[in-house]
Nanobody, 117 residues
């Protein structure tokens, strides 16, 4: 199973970005999908998580600004998106996508987001 994240870059405060995470090589349905981030010198932080049952939780710092979505959990190559609006300098970090399927945990390689004027 491989997760390929993309879409990061430099954006001004107040701007938007959409991150993508293409999942390949998976045979089982995705039970959980999420995004995490790690800022320089800080620990990895939870951003958003969504379960197969339809429950979605957002970190307090991104509520109302970020939205997770997916093409399909059962597709051969599902894509997980993270729409980020009203970006702030404190959103600067490397963003990682994560999935869990059949009790296994998989991570993408990370995509860097820099929010700066």
């Amino acid at each position: 199973v491989q997760l390929q994240a993309s879409g990061g870059g430099l954006v001004q405060p107040g701007g938007s970005l959409r991150l993508s995470c293409i999942v390949s090589g998976i045979r089982d349905s995705i039970d959980y999908m999420g995004w995490y981030r790690q800022a320089p010198g800080k620990r990895r932080e939870f951003v958003v998580g969504s379960t197969r049952g339809g429950s979605t939780m957002y970190g307090d710092s991104v509520k109302g600004r970020f939205t997770i979505s997916t093409t399909s959990r059962d597709n051969a190559r599902p894509t997980i998106y993270l729409q980020m609006n009203s970006l702030k300098p404190e959103d600067t970090a490397v963003y990682y996508c994560n999935i869990r399927a059949s009790e296994s945990n998989y991570w993408g390689q990370g995509t860097k987001v820099t929010v700066s004027s």
